[in-house]
């Protein structure tokens, strides 16, 4: 009895309803129009990519051949890096977005840059190892992060060395090292190579991926891209995915034999780390066999130096470790770096 004669009974309700109604449709028509206009251009666009009605064998034919002789022509531009094309041309992104379909086209440039990030991190997470060359302090060593090389300081890293050297003795007199001894340190030292080529060819499987379907979906209607994707190019691609993976497991398993070397830059690696040693070996007998003097008269400012040249050349050649296990792990870790950087791979695994 309170309420308002126009709030109540049913033909109060029903105007009510539908003026509450009609002011919801009316927000809502703007967006329903946008929406069946998208609907409208995805149709055309679906419409258009259907080409000339096919009616018998022969018509059907001749558009899958058509179909896939631009499909074809798309994917060598791609390959080979030719983006002239109006197909390469919209939508081209500066920061080289990967999760963009326009940058996924420019496919060997994707690859090219996929290639080098794959170099970087071959570089600086391809070792198990990174040795300090300044001697930080003696201690044994701990397993750290499995995803970045773990830190040595140089008396750590040739205790690391004793140990392998320890495991592999053979006939050699003590001084010397097992020839094979390199092997195991190289094996030891490269052992995240596999994991990070198989996260590389991880990559550029899904880039070529959502490449030849993006290009299908741009080419053809959605039921023929269906059918194509299933019956002809999945197969054909899991079939050269397969053979990715297996000339990646052929060459881990080269790296798995014992590492022979023709490369003038081994020798070169061993040699300039000698010299380093010998470098610091003198520079600290100079240092020890250097005095310096005021000169009485002249205050502060005029200072007399002294250098024993006879001491010196005595101490640098008295300086050698008298430690034969020593002095084999020294030379054993100067030939571990010079096969590691000549093995380790300077050019791209993907072409």
Same mark, same amino acid.
């Given at each position: 009895?309170?309420?308002?004669?126009?709030?109540?009974?049913?033909?109060?309700?029903?105007s009510?309803?539908s003026?509450?109604?009609?002011?919801?449709?009316?927000?809502?028509?703007?967006?329903?129009?946008?929406?069946?206009?998208?609907?409208?251009?995805?149709?055309?666009?679906?419409?258009?990519?259907?080409?000339?009605?096919?009616?018998?064998?022969?018509?059907?034919?001749?558009?899958?051949?058509?179909?896939?002789?631009?499909?074809?022509?798309?994917?060598?531009?791609?390959i080979?890096?030719?983006?002239?094309?109006?197909?390469?041309?919209?939508?081209?992104?500066?920061?080289?977005?990967?999760?963009?379909?326009?940058?996924?086209?420019?496919?060997?440039?994707?690859?090219?840059? $996929?290639?080098?990030?794959?170099?970087?991190?071959? #570089? =600086?997470? !391809? &070792?198990l190892?990174?040795?300090?060359?300044?001697? %930080?302090?003696?201690?044994?060593?701990?397993?750290?992060?499995?995803?970045?090389?773990?830190?040595?300081?140089?008396?750590?890293? $040739?205790?690391?060395?004793?140990?392998?050297?320890? #495991? =592999?003795? !053979? &006939?050699?007199?003590?001084?010397n090292?097992?020839? %094979?001894?390199?092997?195991?340190?190289?094996?030891?030292?490269s052992?995240?190579w596999?994991?990070?080529?198989?996260?590389?060819?991880?990559?550029?499987?899904?880039?070529?991926?959502?490449?030849?379907?993006?290009?299908?979906?741009?080419?053809?209607?959605?039921?023929?891209?269906?059918?194509?994707?299933?019956?002809?190019?999945e197969?054909?691609?899991?079939?050269?995915?397969?053979?990715?993976?297996?000339?990646?497991?052929?060459?881990?398993?080269?790296?798995?034999?014992?590492?022979?070397?023709?490369?003038?830059?081994?020798?070169?690696?061993?040699?300039?780390?000698?010299?380093?040693?010998?470098?610091?070996?003198?520079?600290?007998?100079?240092?020890?066999?250097?005095?310096?003097?005021?000169?009485?008269?002249?205050?502060?400012?005029?200072?007399?130096?002294?250098?024993?040249?006879?001491?010196?050349?005595?101490?640098?050649?008295l300086?050698?470790?008298?430690?034969?296990?020593?002095?084999?792990?020294?030379?054993?870790?100067?030939?571990?770096?010079?096969?590691?950087?000549?093995?380790?791979?300077?050019?791209p695994l993907?072409?």
């Amino acid at each position: 009895k309170c309420l308002p004669a126009d709030c109540v009974g049913i033909d109060s309700l029903r105007s009510r309803l539908s003026l509450l109604l009609f002011e919801h449709v009316k927000r809502e028509l703007p967006k329903l129009r946008q929406d069946l206009e998208i609907a409208l251009s995805e149709a055309r666009d679906q419409l258009e990519l259907l080409g000339k009605a096919r009616s018998s064998p022969s018509e059907c034919k001749a558009y899958l051949a058509q179909l896939s002789l631009g499909y074809h022509n798309i994917c060598n531009a791609a390959i080979n890096g030719h983006y002239e094309g109006a197909y390469f041309r919209g939508g081209t992104d500066r920061t080289f977005d990967l999760s963009l379909p326009a940058t996924i086209r420019r496919t060997r440039a994707v690859i090219q840059s $996929l290639n080098t990030k794959f170099a970087e991190e071959m #570089r =600086t997470k !391809g &070792k198990l190892y990174e040795v300090d060359s300044r001697d %930080l302090g003696v201690g044994k060593f701990s397993k750290g992060d499995p995803s970045k090389a773990q830190h040595l300081s140089k008396s750590e890293a $040739l205790q690391w060395v004793h140990e392998v050297i320890v #495991r =592999t003795r !053979g &006939k050699e007199l003590i001084g010397n090292f097992n020839p %094979l001894v390199i092997g195991e340190l190289f094996w030891e030292q490269s052992s995240k190579w596999e994991k990070l080529a198989a996260a590389h060819v991880d990559r550029v499987v899904d880039v070529c991926n959502r490449f030849l379907k993006t290009l299908l979906h741009d080419k053809c209607p959605k039921d023929v891209a269906t059918r194509v994707w299933s019956s002809i190019i999945e197969d054909d691609l899991n079939n050269r995915v397969a053979a990715a993976y297996k000339e990646l497991k052929q060459l881990v398993e080269e790296e798995k034999e014992y590492p022979i070397n023709y490369n003038h830059y081994y020798t070169e690696t061993i040699a300039a780390r000698r010299r380093e040693r010998h470098k610091a070996s003198l520079v600290r007998c100079v240092h020890n066999n250097t005095t310096e003097e005021q000169i009485e008269g002249y205050g502060d400012e005029v200072v007399s130096t002294t250098v024993d040249i006879d001491q010196i050349v005595s101490d640098f050649f008295l300086d050698a470790d008298p430690n034969m296990e020593d002095f084999s792990c020294e030379e054993a870790l100067d030939c571990l770096m010079g096969i590691y950087h000549v093995r380790l791979p300077s050019s791209p695994l993907i072409e």
